[in-house]
């Protein structure tokens, strides 16, 4: 009886093995089916490992798994030995294109697979490791050259090194729009090379310093003609030519750089319309950056970062902003001043914020990081009529739903109806992490929908709250976006509080 029951079982295990074999072999039958179009979109969305998977399934998925259209979204990351693409070899044999192709050199066993692939990346990105490592690297951008889809190149130098075979070949390559190289020691630049390509470059970040100076102009000068944006990283030198470039472009839309001598040249540069200068204790190149400002009257963004932060209203560059307004024909309609390089709570540049606000007519956005209270107090309509919104942060430990219920905010939502306060805050309500409530606000148990906004920030695991605050009709149409998207919470201030 026993064994008619276990043959019984078996064939009933064999049969529902027959069964799922059929309903699988159904199912590709369906999937193979698919028009090739179909089924290139769906494999856009897998993985590198499943796109591999999909060479076994049968003929079809295997040929279209080398689909220009299946790789051209994906990257390639191999930044040593031990990390997650062992197959990168495999991958730069089999894949006719990525999106991107990111090494590490020297890396074990890859340099043919990088020298001689037939993949062509969209953006090449490599980190020189030692010395030996340039010339691979060299030849690894020789070989996307060659292949004619570069379109951006990223050259981080982790040590000292002859680069020009390196820089010569990337300053060679055709078509490129964007392009980073920074440097964590010295770098020389040897010669320039003879030919150039037409100009291309859109982007283009760098190491200001004087290794690099004579490549960055260089680059500066043979892509004038299409150049959108260019960012200084860490600018501790520069020539007049540098900045002279600058100001002779047509495009120049942003520019990213510290103070440097010489910079006033730039504001020639009628295209130029952002600017995030970082200031440092350099007092000279303080006093260069405002000569900039003062001149610079077609700019409509503007961020000042203090690195590392200042402490007193006479510290270096804490006035900066009076240069900005002094001209009178400011046409800044984004400001931001970035003080966080200062572990303390302080705001040296608000005394002078405070004073140039009526100079800057066409201002809309403001976004400071320090002292809240004493700016909302100065902002009105007769001192700035264009403001829209102000983002600020508050201090550590310092209550929000208290600080809604505070004077500078009443004084602010009354004075300007239309405005609208977005605010950063560690601690939303008193009881967030100690469960204790203070006698004030979080008492009295009002805006519960801050409790929505502490349950947003434990599910992400976020540190830091976003409150938006305003006082229109909410039906009303107005300029900003009530928008939850970045798990911010809307709070109505009545005029009559």
């Known amino acids: 009886m026993d064994q008619r029951r276990g043959g019984a079982r078996r064939a009933g295990k064999k049969r529902r093995n027959h069964f799922a074999a059929a309903e699988i072999y159904s199912q590709r039958m369906k999937l193979t089916q698919l028009p090739d179009d179909m089924l290139v979109l769906v494999m856009q969305r897998l993985d590198v490992k499943s796109i591999f998977a999909c060479r076994l399934v049968c003929q079809k998925l295997s040929g279209l798994a080398l689909h220009r259209d299946v790789w051209r979204h994906q990257s390639c990351f191999k930044y040593n030995d031990r990390y997650l693409m062992r197959c990168v070899c495999g991958l730069l044999r089999l894949a006719p294109c990525l999106q991107e192709l990111a090494v590490w050199l020297p890396v074990r066993g890859c340099r043919p697979a ?13 980190s020189v490791g030692n010395a030996a490592a340039v010339q691979d690297a060299a030849e690894a951008v020789c070989r996307q050259r060659s292949l004619g889809g570069l379109r951006g190149i990223v050259i981080e130098f982790r040590t000292q090194a002859d680069a020009s075979a390196l820089l010569a070949a990337v300053a060679q390559t055709p078509g490129l729009g964007g392009l980073r190289v920074t440097a964590h020691t010295d770098i020389p630049w040897l010669a320039a090379p003879d030919t150039l390509p037409a100009s291309s470059l859109k982007r283009f970040q760098c190491e200001l310093r004087r290794e690099t100076v004579d490549f960055a102009n260089f680059i500066l000068a043979a892509h004038a003609a299409t150049l959108e944006e260019v960012e200084f990283l860490h600018s501790t030198f520069s020539t007049p030519l540098t900045w002279a470039l600058l100001g002779g472009m047509q495009h120049l839309r942003r520019l990213k750089c510290d103070g440097n001598p010489g910079m006033e040249a730039v504001a020639a540069c009628g295209s130029l319309r952002v600017l995030d200068l970082t200031v440092t204790h350099n007092r000279l190149a303080a006093a260069w950056a405002a000569d900039f400002l003062r001149a610079a009257v077609q700019l409509r963004v503007v961020r000042i970062s203090y690195e590392p932060g200042i402490r007193r209203a006479d510290d270096v560059g804490a006035d900066l902003v009076l240069a900005l307004a002094s001209s009178g024909r400011s046409r800044v309609e984004t400001l931001a001043l970035d003080n966080s390089g200062d572990q303390g709570e302080n705001a040296p540049y608000l005394p002078s914020l405070i004073r140039a606000l009526p100079s800057l007519p066409c201002l809309r956005h403001l976004k400071v990081d320090r002292e809240p209270d004493g700016l909302l107090r100065a902002i009105h309509p007769d001192t700035a009529p264009a403001l829209q919104s102000v983002d600020v942060v508050l201090g550590r430990g310092e209550c929000a739903h208290a600080w809604i219920h505070g004077d500078a905010v009443k004084a602010v939502m009354s004075a300007n109806p239309s405005l609208h306060v977005n605010v950063e805050a560690g601690a939303i309500l008193c ?12 008492a009295v148990g009002c805006h519960r929908e801050l409790e929505e906004c502490i349950r947003w920030n434990e599910e992400d695991y976020r540190w830091g709250h976003h409150l938006g605050l305003f006082s229109h009709d909410p039906t009303e149409k107005c300029s900003q976006k009530h928008s939850t998207e970045h798990k911010r919470c809307w709070i109505l201030i009545p005029q009559s509080q």
């Open 114 to 126: 990088l020298t001689s692939t037939s993949c062509a990346a969209r953006v090449l990105s490599v």
């Open 431 to 442: 009881g967030d992490y100690d469960k204790m409530m203070c006698e004030g606000a979080c």
